[in-house]
């Protein structure tokens, strides 16, 4: 990205939005915009397209999306599915539309597979059925891959596509009934801690593996694509290692310090067995994650107890990206 230029970071109130512009702040380089809600609504075609013909931003990171973890993309995926479709076509035709130079596309690691291969390549996209609990964010995501990739090969549009793995930090969502698992064990074995209850809820069996990345590790990746990438391929982005949810359970009651009981809820999914990701691609490009587990979970925490968490909209809403 030139020094100078003009960055429009869509859904910076996100978790993943936040953590960018926090990052591109560090340069001091560029001149970030970004637009509230109320201002400028994202499913909005028309809007969109003003916004960009009268900003005209050279840089966009889309990391505007409506998001959640299990049940509530297992409940809502009508929403989930049109919500993303509609950010997705305004932004990216209207950065086609006016001339801007690069852009990152986030999707995720739901986009694969439910069997596919472990670590996953990028090149399992489209080679088997998807997990149904999050099927219609996936393929809302895989959508905006296609449509980066076609505008790429018709119109010559620079648009990357950026596909993390599970996420968290700063920033999350910790509400008990759209949220992803990390943020959810924080605040139940810390409110169960608070009122000294002798056990803790954890959902499904315990044995499925995920792959944990803190958000600052993705936003410095995908400045680090915006600088180096220029293909149509989509690029992993993640650490490399996953834990069982019982491990990872373990491990934030012992940051929380809780003295209970974990219990295991069978009535609740336990979704793809395992997603972890091959990150050898952007291993090539330079570039690896820098935050252990446990000390992004210990800050994460500290940033919880701030009450911070009850100021920020992230949650199922338009904004946020995991
Ligand atoms: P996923 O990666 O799309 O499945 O999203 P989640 O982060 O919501 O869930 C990951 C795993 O953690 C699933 O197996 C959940 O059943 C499990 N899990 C255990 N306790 C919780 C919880 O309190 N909230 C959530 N969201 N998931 C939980």
Not at 52 to 62: G, I, K, M
Not at 144 to 169: D, E, S, V
Not at 263 to 278: C, E, F, H, I, V
Not at 308 to 314: I, L
Request: hydrophobic share 40%; net charge neutral.
């Amino acid at each position: 990205m030139k020094s100078g230029s003009t960055v429009f970071v869509a859904g910076h109130k996100g978790l993943v939005g936040s953590a960018i512009v926090r990052r591109l702040s560090k340069d001091d380089a560029y001149r970030v915009i970004t637009a509230d809600r109320s201002t400028l609504d994202l499913t909005d075609a028309r809007m969109v397209d003003s916004y960009f013909d009268r900003q005209r931003p050279e840089y966009v990171f889309l990391a505007a999306a409506k998001v959640g973890g299990i049940l509530a993309n297992d409940s809502y995926p009508g929403d989930f599915i049109r919500e993303n479709l509609s950010i997705q076509i305004s932004v990216l035709e209207a950065a086609r539309r006016n001339g801007v130079s690069k852009l990152l596309f986030l999707g995720s690691s739901c986009i694969y597979p439910r069997l596919a291969p472990q670590p996953i390549r990028e090149d399992a996209l489209l080679t088997g059925p998807l997990e149904a609990t999050n099927e219609a964010y996936a393929i809302a995501k895989i959508a905006g891959i296609k449509m980066c990739q076609g505008y790429r090969r018709q119109y010559g549009c620079n648009f990357i596509a950026a596909m993390p793995t599970n996420l968290y930090g700063p920033g999350d969502n910790f509400d008990l009934h759209s949220s992803h698992v990390l943020p959810a064990l924080i605040r139940k074995f810390h409110e169960a801690k608070e009122e000294h209850r002798p056990t803790v809820q954890v959902w499904g069996s315990g044995k499925p593996r995920r792959e944990f990345l803190h958000v600052d590790d993705l936003a410095d990746a995908c400045v680090h694509l915006m600088n180096v990438w220029d293909d149509g391929d989509i690029v992993n982005v993640g650490v490399g290692q996953d834990i069982t949810i019982a491990e990872l359970a373990e491990m934030v009651q012992d940051v929380v310090g809780y003295p209970g009981k974990i219990q295991y809820d069978a009535t609740k999914p336990d979704g793809t067995p395992r997603k972890l990701l091959d990150v050898s691609r952007m291993a090539s490009l330079g570039w690896q994650a820098r935050i252990p587990l446990r000390a992004g979970i210990e800050s994460t925490y500290r940033w919880f107890l701030s009450g911070a968490h009850d100021r920020t909209s992230a949650g199922t809403g338009v904004g946020a990206q995991a």
